[in-house]
């Protein structure tokens, strides 16, 4: 998990630089940065109303270039990177949807019963034909989809009892806003009475009902009384501007934010003093002012930060959170590391589908059950002041210039989702290409065949379907059993095998190995090496090293991968210091196993090359044969050692289980304290 966690640290870093590459680019080739103001006299008549119909300012009644630029400039200061978005969303050519209801609980349920949001609805009666006609509903529909307001149509068919018991007798257009200003209030229905079926008619209906639910200030007296009183808002945004009513994207953000954030429009078209606003901070028209108990945060001075509902509604997102904002931001991260499976993953590829569906069910799980305690703990009266806190911490970190930065990669990113998908896709490549190349380092062996993988993990299936588990260890799936294909037919012919356990054999690849050597004793590798020491300098040491190593590791696999016929490897050498050692009566050995080796005949095995964990030893008792110097040993849990190959063979055979305490082999135990070097003769 924090592996894949470090990878999505590590993705959102190079989005990062990625922008700001992005953003070096651009000025290199125009000279222009998106903070960078424009000059509204320099924009062509189309590029101003694009402008003003993306901040929702009605301009029907202006046919000069002169006075859309003056609402322009009064409605806020424009910027390149604003321009850019404005002129992007007006090109595209996409139809938005609009919702057809086909009763009463599904009206209610999407209209009535939503508390924060405007819906607008045409409602057809019987027999009737719809008050604005299609081509002028389209035109409607994305105009005011800009400002998050839903569209729909009820057609008075699907539902006449519930159209008359709502007065609906002729074709109409209504509108839902929320009736009060707490979270979650009532809603309350309009209907549109005016003569006018344009669209321009209609959408100054919307603006003008939207706009009575933020308070307005008209004089001094009242904007210096609202200024220092002290409610239950904590964050308080005032819009100071020469206008007669404020922008479409400013009312529709008031309703969205109901109950979290107070709008506020201070109207300063007639005011002869202003001293009172140069006392308080405000030099510029238009400003939009953000106040908190912090303090005072002027809007529009860094990045990102435009005079439009995307770039504003982000804004206030990071400082006045809900939960819910809060759960999706968890949702969409947790899936997003949990992708980082598909990449991480070695072998095949119905594998990585199969760990990948794995990992996003668990995860999603586990994200579901943590945040059920979490609504909980929020309920709790006492904890006002803690969420006290957690708000002043988000409003100080997330009005800092970096937090801009990340607001204006994050608008950048969800307008190009092509981008995002496919700069995600690379990053994952890459983590493939470097998983394989560390693996292929180790040395470690990966299923690249689905057949070869499904056959494990079917095996892996049935012996947990049928058979009691023997051990909570988590064997590795990419397993390859050694196993009769007709065992499964065996055991249905005798029921009593079904008691019998089946283990996978992989864990003998991780018993611990060593060679046998002895204090004083070389054997002829070492000796060769040795004269070729003498010969080539000092440089043999690492050679003789590297080469035992290899050795060793050559004849791990070969047994591993052997047949339980072939010969031991211990071959039948000089007698070394185990020879001596064992040759002796068993009451000469108890005593030098205590004692200390006085006769320089006698020598002792180097115990300093043994596993910490492993009991001394000299003789295996599954051949009962002594211990060559540098021959392969391996060691069990619980601590008993025995030639590789014999072991193996014993494990191989189904016995899994020490040959001399019947420790399973297969389980960790606890290592012995060995406080001296001890000869631990088990029996035979």
């Not at 404005?86 to 949807?97: G, I, M, N």
């Not at 290409?433 to 180790?442: D, S, V």
Request: with cysteine; aromatic share 14%.
């Amino acid at each position: 998990m924090w592996l894949k966690l470090f990878f999505l640290l590590l993705y959102f870093l190079v989005l990062f630089v990625l922008a700001r590459f992005f953003e070096a680019v651009v000025w290199y080739e125009t000279g222009i940065f998106a903070t960078q103001l424009v000059d509204p006299v320099a924009l062509s008549f189309k590029k101003l109303k694009t402008i003003l119909e993306c901040r929702g300012l009605g301009y029907s009644g202006l046919p000069e270039k002169k006075d859309v630029r003056e609402l322009v400039e009064k409605s806020g200061d424009l910027m390149e990177g604003e321009l850019y978005s404005a002129l992007k969303e007006e090109e595209a050519s996409e139809s938005v949807s609009s919702t057809n209801f086909s009763g009463e609980m599904h009206f209610y349920e999407l209209v009535e019963d939503t508390k924060d949001g405007i819906w607008l609805v045409q409602v057809i009666a019987n027999d009737r034909s719809p008050l604005v006609g299609k081509i002028h509903w389209e035109k409607m529909v994305k105009k005011v989809s800009r400002f998050g307001i839903r569209t729909g149509t009820f057609n008075c068919s699907s539902d006449p009892r519930y159209c008359r018991r709502r007065g609906w007798v002729r074709s109409t257009l209504i509108m839902s806003v929320p009736q009060t200003s707490t979270s979650k209030g009532k809603v309350m229905l309009k209907e549109y009475s005016g003569r006018k079926v344009e669209v321009e008619h209609i959408f100054k209906w919307i603006t003008a009902h939207a706009a009575s639910r933020i308070k307005t200030i008209y004089n001094a007296e009242h904007l210096k009384e609202e200024w220092n009183k002290s409610d239950q808002y904590w964050v308080k945004i005032y819009l100071f501007a020469n206008l007669d009513q404020p922008p479409a994207f400013f009312s529709a953000l008031s309703i969205k934010f109901t109950g979290r954030v107070e709008f506020i429009f201070v109207n300063v078209e007639n005011w002869d003093n202003k001293s009172y606003m140069t006392d308080i901070g405000i030099y510029n028209m238009p400003s939009y002012i953000l106040r908190t108990p912090e303090g005072i945060y002027r809007y529009g001075n860094h990045t990102g930060e435009f005079i439009s509902l995307q770039a504003m509604d982000s804004f206030l997102r990071s400082l006045q959170p809900e939960v819910n904002d809060l759960f999706v931001l968890s949702l969409v991260l947790v899936n997003l590391m949990a992708w980082m499976d598909l990449f991480i993953t070695q072998g095949a590829t119905i594998k990585r589908f199969v760990v990948l569906i794995s990992t996003l069910g668990t995860y999603n799980s586990l994200l579901i059950i943590s945040w059920l305690p979490v609504l909980g703990f929020l309920q709790l009266p006492y904890l006002d002041s803690f969420y006290e806190y957690s708000l002043k911490l988000l409003r100080y970190s997330n009005t800092t210039t970096l937090a801009s930065w990340v607001r204006a990669d994050w608008m950048f990113y969800s307008s190009h989702p092509a981008l995002f998908l496919s700069t995600y896709l690379g990053h994952g490549l890459l983590i493939d290409y470097f998983e394989k190349k560390r693996r292929r380092n180790n040395n470690d062996e990966v299923n690249a065949n689905n057949l070869e993988w499904l056959s494990s993990l079917w095996d892996w299936y049935t012996s947990y379907l049928f058979h009691p588990i023997a051990s909570f260890q988590n064997f590795p799936v990419e397993s390859d059993w050694d196993e009769d294909p007709d065992l499964f037919l065996e055991r249905l012919a005798f029921p009593d095998l079904w008691l019998h356990p089946l283990i996978p054999t992989d864990y003998i690849k991780n018993l611990p190995m060593w060679r046998f050597k002895c204090l004083g004793v070389q054997s002829e590798e070492e000796m060769s090496e040795g004269s070729q020491d003498i010969e080539n300098d000092s440089d043999s040491e690492n050679t003789d090293t590297s080469s035992s190593e290899k050795e060793a590791f050559e004849d791990k696999q070969s047994i591993l991968h052997s047949s339980p016929g072939k010969a031991s490897l211990c071959d039948d050498e000089a007698c070394s210091c185990a020879n001596k050692y064992c040759q002796a009566s068993p009451y000469e050995r108890k005593g030098r196993s205590y004692g200390s080796y006085n006769t320089n005949e006698d020598m002792e095995p180097d115990w300093l090359t043994w596993p910490a964990d492993m009991l001394h030893c000299t003789e295996c008792v599954v051949c009962l044969e002594n211990f060559e110097n540098g021959c392969l040993l391996m060691g069990l849990p619980c601590g008993h050692v025995f030639h590789q190959n014999c072991i193996v063979m014993w494990l191989a055979g189904g016995r899994h289980c020490c040959p001399v305490c019947r420790w399973p082999s297969y389980k960790k135990k606890q290592p012995y304290a060995q406080h001296q070097p001890l000869s631990n003769d088990v029996p035979s």
